[in-house]
């Protein structure tokens, strides 16, 4: 059974840091290219940050980009969304989704052709 499964979410206070992971288990991730979503309730999913399945290219939303880092480890299979000098308003839940390439559409990155979901992390930013 293919499936991916988030880890690393919880609160944290302004200014902090959390590192997402995003694990596959049942394929390989090497062979995906790999996005890192955020959703808050009642609103559509948006693209944050992804990255390409072979050479490497990221992309990050204006929101994010200069605070968020993200990696993929092939040996672990995972990716990895590093988060640093968080604010309130990173406060989503976090998912990540595998498919065949990205593409970027309103200023947010789109995976295409969804291959598997996480479940979800939520991550708060709070004092």
């Known amino acids: 059974q293919s499936q991916l499964v988030e880890s690393g979410g919880g609160l944290v206070q302004p200014g902090g840091s959390l590192r997402l992971s995003c694990a596959a288990s049942?394929?390989?991730?090497?062979?995906?290219?790999i996005g890192w979503f955020r959703q808050a309730p009642g609103k559509e999913r948006e693209g944050v940050s992804c990255?390409?399945?072979?050479?490497?290219?990221?992309y990050y939303a204006d929101s994010v980009a200069g605070r968020f880092t993200i990696s993929r480890d092939n040996a672990k299979n995972t990716v990895y969304l590093q988060m640093n000098r968080l604010k309130p308003e990173d406060t989503f839940v976090y998912y990540c989704?595998?498919?065949?390439?990205?593409?970027?559409?309103?200023?947010?990155?789109?995976?295409?052709?969804?291959?598997?979901w996480g479940q979800g992390s939520l991550v708060t930013v709070s004092s």
């Open positions: 049942g394929f390989s991730l090497d062979n995906y290219a």
């Open positions: 989704a595998a498919g065949a390439e990205w593409t970027t559409a309103q200023g947010m990155c789109v995976i295409n052709a969804v291959y598997a």
């Open positions: 990255i390409s399945k072979s050479d490497g290219r990221t």
